[in-house]
């Protein structure tokens, strides 16, 4: 789809639906004293999940046993600004291989973090990452903001990363470079030999699509099969895209965003730029938009057919209506808890799990 002038997109990204009544929304507090969780993974087990803090702990949670201390093997992370510890997501044949992959900084000799992925084998006690290797690294480093990381599997076996442009904003324009990307590795960390850009000259193997800001969030769509990914715009402009081979989601030529002085992104020529993709869906001023989850459990048929976006600025989890590629906000859940809203993942028994991003930060478990 290219960035033609989306007329019902303007309209539909500024209407909200009358929320549901504050009473048919259960929330739980499964679990508090996290320090700026990050990211949660649920096990096969169905009862243990693994939780990210952004200062350098991988933990193990169990509404029976509690959480573990931190599982040793993780590597060293840079947590400044928005570094550290960050994603954490299973390996498609976990069960056989207990492969975890993590996403995290890493610090250089400047002083400046730079992001980076690699797995571990979790041992079969859970207390220990064995064998961690680092599989790629964002270069050149950054200092430490708009990182992206966020990751996610296909059905293929194939893994996707979304990469910030560190407020390089060129960079995602520069197929020479990891900014502003999402590349797309082999179960192994390998370049697949059908990626967009091999062989191609000053272009790196590893991109999958270019033209990112800052993404929170990646996810395939459980109906369409399409990988979505939800980022963040500098001054309005948060938007939702549906990610394809080679494309270019335009930042920051295409933008519907301002520059934190108010003024025009200087790069930016507008909202619609030939050769760019258009957001399915944008806000004009932004939620901050975090961690992404669509919902295609039973447990609550209300809630089917819906993609859930946490919000840190506006501390809300946002539910919009998910109908072919169109996106209408429904309603705004949580938002009399006053919290930052960093992941929302759906768990097998089909509630909603949600993390914080605070010093003492929760697990939430919302139901209907």
């Known amino acids: 789809m290219s960035r033609l002038l989306p007329t019902l997109l303007v309209s539909i990204s500024l ?5 549901l009544r504050a009473a048919e929304i259960k929330v739980e507090q499964l679990l508090d004293g996290l320090d700026h969780p990050w990211s949660l993974a649920f096990l096969p087990d169905k009862q243990h999940l693994l939780i990210t803090e952004r200062s350098g702990q991988l933990r193990l949670w169990s509404q029976q046993g509690g959480l573990s201390q931190p599982i040793s093997g993780v590597p060293k992370v840079w947590a400044q600004r928005q570094g550290g510890l960050l994603d954490v997501v299973l390996a498609p044949d976990f069960a056989q291989s207990r492969r975890v992959w993590l996403s995290f900084t890493e610090g250089g000799s400047n002083g400046a973090g730079g992001a980076s992925v690699g797995y571990g084998v979790l041992s079969d006690d859970s207390r220990q990452l064995r064998d961690f290797k680092t599989v790629l690294r964002q270069q050149p480093l ?6 992206g990381t966020r990751m996610v599997f296909d059905g293929d076996g194939y893994l996707y990363v979304v990469f910030g442009d560190n407020f390089q904003s060129a960079s995602a324009q520069d197929l ?8 797309r590795l082999t179960a192994d960390g390998g370049i697949p030999q059908d990626n967009p850009f091999i062989g191609r000259q000053n272009a790196r193997a590893e991109i999958w699509a270019y033209g990112l800001r800052n993404p929170q969030g990646v996810a395939f769509n459980p109906w369409t099969k399409q990988l979505w990914e939800s980022e963040h715009g500098p001054r309005g402009g948060d938007e939702v895209n549906i990610i394809r081979k080679g494309k270019n989601y335009g930042w920051p030529l295409a933008t519907w965003g301002l520059d934190y002085s108010g003024a025009k992104v200087p790069e930016s020529k507008g909202g619609i730029v030939g050769g760019t993709e258009q957001p399915v869906f944008y806000w004009k001023v932004s939620p901050a938009i975090s961690g992404m989850a669509f919902y295609n459990s039973s447990r609550f048929p209300e809630w089917q057919n819906s993609l859930f976006i946490g919000a840190l600025k506006q501390q809300s989890l946002i539910r919009l209506s998910v109908n072919g590629d169109k996106l209408i906000e429904q309603e705004r859940l949580l938002e009399d808890r006053h919290q930052r809203i960093r992941d929302v993942r759906v768990g097998p ?17 919302l139901g209907l």
Not at 15 to 19: D, F, G, M, N, Y
Not at 142 to 147: I, R
Not at 176 to 183: D, E, H, R, S, Y
């Open 15 to 19: 209407l909200i639906s009358a929320p």
């Open 142 to 147: 950054s200092g430490g903001a708009n990182l």
């Open 176 to 183: 020479n470079k990891l900014q502003g990307k999402i590349v």
């Open 349 to 365: 028994d089909g509630f909603l799990y949600v993390l914080t991003d605070e010093s003492d930060g929760k697990l939430l478990r």
